[in-house]
C-alpha cells in the first residue's frame, strides 16, 4: 500500500502503535570506533541500557499490560542473556538488529550477509529464537540486504522512513520481498536525549520531545496509519523518559481505536489486508 488509504486494522482500530527499544548496549559504541573498549565512561552510557534500562522498561510494560519488540544485535544478545530471557518471559517479541550494530555499506555485500547470519546464531544460540522482523542499525541499509531478509525468510522489515503505514517490498528481480514497517527519526528517543561528547547536541526536555511525539501521533492517528516508536534502553531508560514514555501512552490511551501490538502483529495485520485487496 503506498497510498494514504487508512489501514483496515484488527477489530476497527484507528491506527496502530508499535512501541519498539534497539536494546544496543555497548555495540553503538564498539561499532563506530573499536578503540572505545578502552573507555568504560563511554562504554558505561550503553551499559547503563542493559544494567538498568532494560529491567525497569520491562516494569513499566507489565505495568502498563503491553507488549512491545526488542531488535537486538547478536553481541548484545551473548553479553545479556539474562536480560534477553527476560524480555521473552514477558512475552516480547525479539528482533534482528546486526550482530555489532554495524551500519550497512552497500559496497560489502559479503560483510552484509556475516552479519545477519551472526546475529541469527546469537539469538538462536541464547534464547532460541529465530526471529521474523529486522531493523537495520542507524536507518543504513540496502537492496542487497533487503534481499537477503527474503532469502533467510524474514517477514517484515523496520529500516526506512518512506511511509506511515506497511507496505510491501519489491525486489530487484520483480519478486515479492518483506513487509516494510515504516519508522522515522521524529519518533526516536535519540536525537533528542542521546549525548555525546564527540558529537555534541543538546538535551531535549520531555516537554520538547512530547509535543513532537503528541503532534505526530495525533496526524498519524487521522491518517490511519502506524505509529513505530523507536527507543533505546540506554536513553528511554533514564528515570525521567520512562515518566515520559508513561506519560505518552496515557495520551495516546486517551484516542478510541488505537491498536497497541509488536511488529510481528502489525505485520500479520497488515498481510491480512493484502490478501482481501
Known amino acids: ?75 548484545t544478545a551473548e553479553k545479556y542473556t539474562d536480560r534477553m530471557e527476560a524480555i521473552v518471559a514477558g512475552g516480547h517479541e525479539v528482533g534482528h ?39 537495520s542499525p542507524a536507518g543504513e541499509t540496502s537492496s542487497n540486504m533487503i534481499g537477503l531478509l527474503q532469502e533467510y525468510g524474514f517477514f517484515y522489515d523496520s529500516s526506512l522512513m518512506d511511509q506511515v503505514s506497511p507496505y510491501r517490498h519489491e525486489l530487484q528481480n520483480g519478486s515479492r520481498g518483506p513487509i516494510e514497517l515504516p519508522w522515522h527519526w521524529s519518533l526516536d528517543d535519540a536525537p533528542y536525549a542521546l549525548f555525546a561528547i564527540k558529537s555534541p547536541r543538546a538535551i531535549m526536555t520531555n516537554e520538547h520531545i512530547l509535543s513532537i511525539w503528541k503532534q505526530e501521533f495525533t496526524e498519524i492517528y487521522r491518517w490511519g496509519g502506524l505509529v513505530n516508536v523507536v527507543m533505546h534502553p540506554q536513553v528511554i531508560g533514564r528515570p525521567s523518559r520512562l515518566a515520559m514514555l508513561r506519560e505518552y501512552i496515557a495520551f495516546m490511551r486517551r484516542f478510541p481505536g488505537v491498536w497497541f501490538a509488536t511488529g510481528r502483529e502489525v505485520a500479520e495485520a497488515w498481510a491480512a489486508t493484502e490478501t482481501a485487496r
Open 1 to 75: 500500500m503506498n497510498d494514504m488509504t487508512p489501514v483496515a486494522w484488527p477489530g476497527g482500530a484507528r491506527c496502530a502503535v508499535m512501541l519498539t527499544f534497539d536494546f544496543d548496549a555497548e555495540t553503538l559504541w564498539l561499532s563506530r570506533d573499536p578503540d572505545n573498549a578502552r573507555r568504560p565512561g563511554v562504554l558505561s552510557q550503553g551499559i547503563y541500557g542493559g544494567k538498568t534500562g532494560v529491567p525497569k522498561i520491562l516494569e513499566l510494560l507489565k505495568e502498563e499490560e503491553l507488549k512491545a519488540t526488542f531488535f537486538v544485535p547478536g553481541w
Open 97 to 135: 538488529h546486526g550482530y555489532l550494530h554495524e551500519w550497512i555499506d552497500p559496497d560489502y555485500p559479503e560483510k552484509e550477509r556475516e552479519a545477519l547470519e551472526k546475529g541469527l546464531e546469537s539469538l538462536k544460540k541464547t534464547v532460541g529464537i529465530k526471529p521474523v522482523g529486522y531493523r
